[in-house]
């Protein structure tokens, strides 16, 4: 089963998702043992054919901590909170998460651009 973790202790995931903001980027990262990396890829790759297919979904994609990390880093990007809270918060999700090793840790975030003059461009 999978554990979660607040990235921020302060404002976790749970409090997040009442957000009205469109669009916005899940950051969510995962750490396992490493003898349980294959199931937690098995595992996140179901989860994200099943997020692939629900309303407001736009892309993800999975990065991995380099020199034998077994820190994991997903990015994805949702149309809204309310898309995203939808399709986290369903009953089938909810259910996939006991598909993962009893090692794994995630802590979701969720996060909106900002503007950095000359740097970054905002919504």
């Known amino acids: 089963m999978l554990q979660l973790k607040p990235l921020d202790e302060y404002v976790p995931i749970f409090q997040q998702i009442s957000a009205d903001v469109s669009p916005v980027v899940l950051l969510n990262v ?24 629900q309303p407001g979904y736009i892309s993800t994609q999975l990065h991995q901590g380099i020199a034998g ?5 997903n990015y ?27 090692s794994a840790v995630a802590s979701p975030h969720l996060f909106t651009r900002i503007t950095v003059p000359n740097l970054c461009v905002g919504p």
């Open 69 to 73: 990390s077994t820190v994991f880093m």
């Open 76 to 102: 994805a990007v949702w149309e809204s909170v309310a898309h995203f809270r939808a399709a986290f918060t369903h009953p089938e999700f909810k259910e996939s998460l006991a598909h993962y090793p009893s």
């Open 30 to 53: 995962f750490q396992a043992a490493a003898e349980d990396i294959p199931a937690l890829l098995k595992a996140w790759e179901a989860d994200a054919n099943w997020m692939k297919q």
